[in-house]
């Protein structure tokens, strides 16, 4: 989506590598998201960020390292992958969560080996 | 703590006819409900929200959602389905008193509009 770049779109890992995937938006948003898709759980959030330098956990946050040095990025880390943590991840972006004005990219599709 | 459910994993219908994708919720003060929609490899896409008002709200591409208190339900309506709507659908919610709550999403609804 215009706006909100995730990178890679397709990665494919071996597990207990560490691996990062990136999320870039132009909108100056104040909250960023980051969620994980998978068949059977719909959307889990993983880690949210309320501003530069503030996040926080979400339902499923084990595994996962984030940060936030600037509003428009938000990358996230796994560690040390692990087969489960085979999923599409979905950033998003918003000015105002609350009045569901979240704005996805395009998702990036992670395989550990 | 708040919670969405969609009970059916997909839903068919045939082009033409209406369609329907449920939504029920739960939360313990007012709720602000939400559709997104996703296409094949895609983000999720802002279809409609209700926060308070007429409980029938419409949205983008002729979809339509009734807000049933009684019935803690959200339902996601078009009269006429069209092929192209043929996309995974979710149904999120949060508390309404609660400014900081963020949006809980409900597990997805697969629609399969036949021809």
């Known amino acids: 989506d215009a706006g909100i770049t995730q990178s890679p779109r397709y990665k494919i890992t071996e597990t207990g590598r560490q691996v990062t995937l990136m999320c870039h938006q132009t909108w100056s948003h104040s909250y960023m998201f980051w969620y994980r898709q998978d068949l059977g759980h719909g959307l889990r959030l993983i880690y949210y960020?309320?501003?530069?330098?503030?996040?926080d956990k979400g339902e499923v946050p084990d595994g996962y390292v984030v940060s936030r040095s600037k509003t428009e990025n938000f990358p996230l880390t796994l560690e040390s992958a692990t087969r489960s943590q085979t999923s599409v991840y979905f950033c998003?972006?918003?000015?105002?969560?609350?009045?569901?004005?979240?704005?996805f990219g395009s998702g990036t599709r992670l395989t550990v080996v | 703590a708040q919670s969405v459910a969609q009970p059916e994993d997909q839903v068919n219908v045939a082009e033409g006819n209406p369609l329907t994708v449920k939504c029920t919720y739960s939360v313990s003060g007012n709720p602000y409900l939400f559709w997104y929609v996703q296409y094949p490899n895609r983000g999720l896409q802002f279809l409609l929200k209700y926060i308070t008002g007429d409980n029938l709200v419409k949205g983008s591409y002729g979809f339509e959602a009734e807000f049933n208190k009684s019935q803690t339900s959200f339902h996601l309506k078009k009269p006429s389905a069209l092929v192209s709507d043929s996309a995974l659908y979710f149904c999120a919610v949060r508390e309404g008193d609660n400014a900081g709550n963020m949006l809980t999403f409900g597990g997805g609804t697969r629609l399969m509009v036949k021809p």
């Open positions: 960020s309320a501003a530069a330098d503030i996040t």
């Open positions: 998003a972006s918003s000015d105002s969560p609350g009045l569901g004005g979240y704005t």
